[in-house]
């Protein structure tokens, strides 16, 4: 299934950009601020969102669990665009956010999903397709991948119809997205190393995940994915959060996933894995070539060769789903048909 990431449609990033920012021109005029609602995966794709929706469009965007907005009254001003994540288009809580969202009068709503004629496309006023064809495996993986893609589109595309903000970088996110079918191609190379890796969670029960900015939604998303597939207990934390509370659990059992990419953040990023490294944990880092940490003793360092920067969150997702992928399989468990989940939670 992972493979099949590569066949995610993402060939003609021009089409989908024009389409949806014609889109968002009509049906998004008003918009003054932004809701996404989604559950599992498809919350950390929001997440994902959140950060570029601020950062590059200007809009100022709220992201929570479907599974919680409906047991709460949440202020939702005028003008503000919902969008709802959802691989099938069936899961019940997403549903009933937007179900009662829409008796309260708000929206307009934008449905992301990876299936036509679902329940959300029906419910929604515009749906965008992922295209990713169907997931065969329970966890979502080029659902994750080309949910991202098509919000790095949507980003762009609010990048140049939002009026308040700048018009910044439509050009750099063209170009990334265009670049991207190919860097996916190189990120599956790490397959290898990556098993490697997963080797060494044999054994193991729990596993820390840290990242940064929107690579902490990606350490949410891998830490998601190797609990699901090889039921290893993981949790993932912002960087900066690893001293108030996680770094009690860190000892030579504990091994720390940490996803340190080139940018500004990198230097904090380093500073958090001396604290893991000191306190005897096996720590892999997950970075580019080049930018100072090296493999040695209980230190692992896997380099991607090009992530790019708008879309490097994208490509960080591979090697953590990869990571997922071999841990179950070398611990024999049904990596497509993981113990007590559903493909999507109806009730
Ligand atoms: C949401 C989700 C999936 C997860 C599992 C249960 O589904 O949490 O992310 O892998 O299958 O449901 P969806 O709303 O994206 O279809």
């Not at 996110?173 to 990120?187: C, F, N, T």
Request: net charge negative.
């Amino acid at each position: 299934a992972i493979s099949e990431t590569l066949e995610g449609r993402i060939e003609r990033p021009d089409w989908g950009l024009d389409d949806i920012a014609d889109g968002l021109a009509e049906t998004w005029a008003g918009v003054r601020e932004v809701l996404i609602l989604a559950c599992g995966t498809s919350y950390h794709a929001a997440l994902v969102a959140r950060y570029w929706m601020e950062a590059h469009a200007g809009l100022p965007t709220a992201v929570e669990v479907a599974s919680e907005f409906r047991y709460r009254d949440p202020v939702v001003r005028p003008g503000t665009a919902i969008i709802a994540i959802s691989q099938s288009g069936e899961t019940a809580d997403t549903l009933a956010a937007v179900r009662e969202l829409r008796a309260n009068g708000h929206g307009p709503v934008l449905a992301i999903c990876n299936v036509r004629e679902s329940s959300l496309d029906r419910e929604a006023d515009t749906t965008l397709y992922t295209e990713a064809g169907p997931e065969i495996g329970v966890a979502s993986t080029k659902a994750f991948t080309t949910q991202l893609t098509v919000l790095a589109l949507l980003t762009a595309a609010a990048s140049q119809s939002s009026r308040g903000a700048a018009w910044r970088e439509p050009d750099a996110w063209r170009s990334e997205l265009r670049g991207l079918p190919g860097r996916i191609h190189k990120a599956l190379e790490l397959d290898e190393p990556i098993r490697r890796v997963a080797a060494g969670l044999l054994g193991r029960e729990h596993a820390l995940f840290l990242g940064r900015g929107p690579f902490y939604p990606i350490a949410m998303e891998g830490a998601l994915k190797l609990k699901e597939i090889s039921y290893i207990h993981a949790e993932a934390y912002p960087a900066g959060e690893l001293k108030h509370g996680p770094l009690a659990l860190v000892d030579e059992d504990m091994p720390v996933f940490v996803l340190a990419p080139n940018n500004q953040l990198l230097d904090k990023v380093l500073s958090n894995l001396e604290e893991v490294r000191t306190r005897g944990g096996d720590v892999m880092v997950l970075t580019e070539p080049g930018q100072g940490p090296t493999s040695g003793e209980g230190m692992e360092v896997v380099e991607l060769p090009d992530p790019g920067a708008l879309l490097a969150p994208v490509l960080y997702t591979i090697p953590l789903q990869l990571l997922a992928y071999h841990t179950a399989v070398l611990k024999g468990t049904d990596v497509d048909q993981p113990r007590n989940l559903a493909k999507s939670v109806t009730v």
